[in-house]
């Protein structure tokens, strides 16, 4: 064996070496690559449910606004009624109250001054 077949055996055998720690690294980085896979599909698994559920929840929340929508407009109807009302009342009854507190008011002063002209 010469100088020559020894440093190319030796350059031989650190070519297999490199190799086999290639090969190595790149079954971890395979076997990293599967237990990536197997959690992910696991967290899908897990999630899809939760989030049909929170599309459910949401879906009924909606509908509690909508109703909750109706009600407010009810009760704004409700307080424009009111205050229509409270109008219409005081126009009414409201006049025709002030005429005879002012009526009463004359004959009060007008029997006062009666009874203190023949007093």
């Known amino acids: 064996m010469t100088l020559g077949g020894i440093a190319g055996l030796v350059a031989a055998l650190a070519f297999?070496?490199?190799v086999v720690r290639v090969a190595g690294l790149l079954g971890k980085a395979g076997r990293v690559l599967d237990e990536t896979r197997e959690s992910l599909r696991t967290t899908t698994d897990?999630?899809?449910p939760t989030l049909r559920g929170l599309t459910d929840?949401?879906?009924l929340t909606n509908d509690q606004l909508a109703r909750v929508d109706a009600i407010t407009s009810n009760?704004?109807?409700m307080t424009t009624n009111a205050s229509a009302l409270t109008s219409v009342f005081a126009a009414s009854v409201g006049a025709p109250l002030i005429k005879v507190a002012?009526?009463?008011y004359g004959v009060r002063v007008a029997l006062?001054?009666?009874r203190r002209g023949s007093s």
């Open 102 to 104: 002012a009526y009463s």
């Open 57 to 59: 929840t949401v879906g």
């Open 46 to 48: 897990s999630v899809q």
């Open 16 to 18: 297999a070496y490199l």
């Open 112 to 114: 006062g001054s009666l």
């Open 75 to 77: 009760v704004s109807t």
